[in-house]
């Protein structure tokens, strides 16, 4: 072959090339186009598919003419690169409805629903990116990266009653154990052990004799997962506490199938009154690691009416009763209020900057010149392949290729 002909054929490759990514890519700049011609803010919820958020934030705007556009996805679905001068960059790869969706996107603010840690899965390293690339979100990073494990967290509870007292704060007795080595004295009967990092019932099992706790330290050795044990509480109910924003709702929770986890089978949930010693509760928990937006206390009731709180959960814990609709749009509303003070246009406002009311909302807004420009400098992208229409958009370009070619 001569070279003219390995010349004309590299040009009729690279030519072919081109038009193949112009192809390809006539969805992507498009729809980068379409995010980033209007004035918008990008809020990233990171949540279980099922719950689609846009409904909640739909015709919402903040700043008078800002959109709220929203993308979301779950942790498995998530990967990311951050930048010491140059912020975070998020990398969406999704499968919906049979559609591959590709994206990558600078997010504004971040919304947290799925659990970090849990039983089989530890999505903490993307919480470091996001920490690293310094985006404002509800909760915060540092809060989030705190609540990855329980004892962690039971340690600030029990600050919170070295402080105020016993009384004024019923925390449950509980102990710790790094590993099954330190467990060779059994507990009083019956108690609860869990084991590790779980949630919503998982990874807690109740013992009624030392037979059944010395079977039970054989498997925490091989899990190899510190475990806490803490005194079995005969109760009527369970107690469940809720601060979302400004937002407070209490709940009495009974199990209708004598199970011993309240929150397992067949239960009956009652919205009750937020009494004074409920809210002192939860104030107090939502101070704990710089402050949480949003937080939950979970009690147990014996049957003598004595109240022990066993557990608190963060920004992922669930809505329960018949008002989680109702829950929902509080969230909209208090992401719509985080996102006005923190992804304001001029951007003079720092993310480790925490502010908790309306009224000093209304101050910076007073003190704080406010600057009309769109987020042109957000580089987002959006990618979505649908396998028919490709083929078809590479059939059709290789059919006016070779027909150039002949003519």
């Known amino acids: 072959?001569?070279?003219?002909?390995?010349?004309?054929?590299?040009?009729?490759?690279?030519?072919?090339?081109?038009?193949?990514?112009?192809?390809?890519?006539?969805?992507?700049?498009?729809?980068?186009?379409?995010?980033?011609?209007?004035?918008?803010?990008?809020?990233?919820?990171?949540?279980?598919?099922?719950?689609?958020?846009?409904?909640?934030?739909?015709?919402?705007?903040?700043?008078?003419?800002?959109?709220?556009?929203?993308?979301?996805?779950?942790?498995?679905?998530?990967?990311?690169?951050?930048?010491?001068?140059?912020g975070i960059l998020i990398n969406i790869n999704i499968y919906r409805n049979g559609i591959h969706i590709v994206r990558s996107f600078r997010p504004d603010f971040v919304l947290v629903r799925q659990y970090v840690k849990d039983a089989n899965e530890d999505w903490i390293n993307i919480i470091l990116g996001m920490q690293y690339g310094a985006v404002p979100s509800v909760n915060t990073m540092r809060a989030l990266y705190n609540f990855r494990d329980k004892p962690w967290v039971f340690a600030e509870l029990l600050r919170i009653q070295r402080r105020l007292g016993v009384e004024q704060f019923p925390l449950i007795n509980q102990a710790y154990y790094p590993n099954y080595r330190k467990m060779f004295v059994s507990p009083p009967f019956p108690s609860v052990i869990k084991i590790g990092q779980?949630?919503?019932?998982?990874?807690?099992?109740?013992?009624?004799?030392?037979?059944?706790?010395?079977?039970?330290?054989?498997?925490?050795?091989?899990?190899?997962?510190?475990?806490?044990?803490?005194?079995?509480?005969?109760?009527?109910?369970?107690?469940?506490?809720?601060?979302?924003?400004?937002?407070?709702?209490?709940?009495?929770?009974?199990?209708?199938?004598?199970?011993?986890?309240?929150?397992?089978?067949?239960?009956?949930?009652?919205?009750?009154?937020?009494?004074?010693?409920?809210?002192?509760?939860?104030?107090?928990?939502?101070?704990?690691?710089?402050?949480?937006?949003?937080?939950?206390?979970?009690?147990?009731?014996?049957?003598?009416?004595?109240?022990?709180?066993?557990?608190?959960?963060?920004?992922?814990?669930?809505?329960?009763?018949?008002?989680?609709?109702?829950?929902?749009?509080?969230?909209?509303?208090?992401?719509?209020?985080?996102?006005?003070?923190?992804c304001r246009p001029n951007q003079e406002l720092t993310t480790v900057t925490r502010i908790s009311s309306f009224d000093e909302l209304k101050e910076i807004a007073q003190n704080k010149p406010f600057h009309d420009f769109s987020n042109e400098n957000i580089q987002q992208t959006s990618h979505t392949i649908h396998t028919d229409d490709t083929f078809s958009n590479l059939k059709k370009a290789f059919n006016e290729f070779f027909s150039n070619m002949l003519s």
């Open 1 to 86: 072959m001569s070279y003219k002909n390995i010349s004309h054929s590299n040009q009729s490759f690279n030519l072919t090339k081109s038009i193949i990514n112009q192809q390809i890519g006539i969805k992507l700049s498009s729809s980068s186009q379409s995010i980033t011609k209007r004035k918008s803010k990008l809020l990233f919820i990171i949540d279980y598919q099922y719950i689609d958020w846009r409904k909640y934030f739909k015709d919402k705007k903040i700043f008078a003419d800002y959109d709220i556009h929203i993308e979301q996805a779950e942790f498995k679905e998530i990967n990311l690169s951050a930048y010491s001068n140059n």
């Open 198 to 342: 779980a949630h919503q019932g998982l990874g807690k099992i109740i013992i009624n004799n030392h037979y059944d706790y010395h079977e039970l330290t054989s498997l925490i050795e091989m899990s190899k997962c510190y475990s806490t044990i803490e005194p079995f509480i005969y109760g009527q109910c369970d107690i469940y506490i809720q601060k979302i924003g400004h937002n407070y709702k209490a709940f009495k929770r009974k199990s209708l199938s004598d199970n011993w986890k309240a929150n397992i089978g067949s239960v009956v949930i009652e919205q009750i009154e937020l009494t004074e010693r409920y809210r002192l509760w939860i104030d107090e928990v939502s101070q704990i690691f710089g402050g949480l937006d949003i937080c939950a206390v979970e009690i147990v009731q014996s049957n003598d009416g004595k109240e022990f709180i066993i557990d608190v959960n963060d920004c992922t814990m669930q809505l329960v009763g018949e008002t989680y609709e109702e829950d929902y749009q509080s969230i909209a509303k208090l992401i719509i209020h985080k996102m006005e003070i923190y």
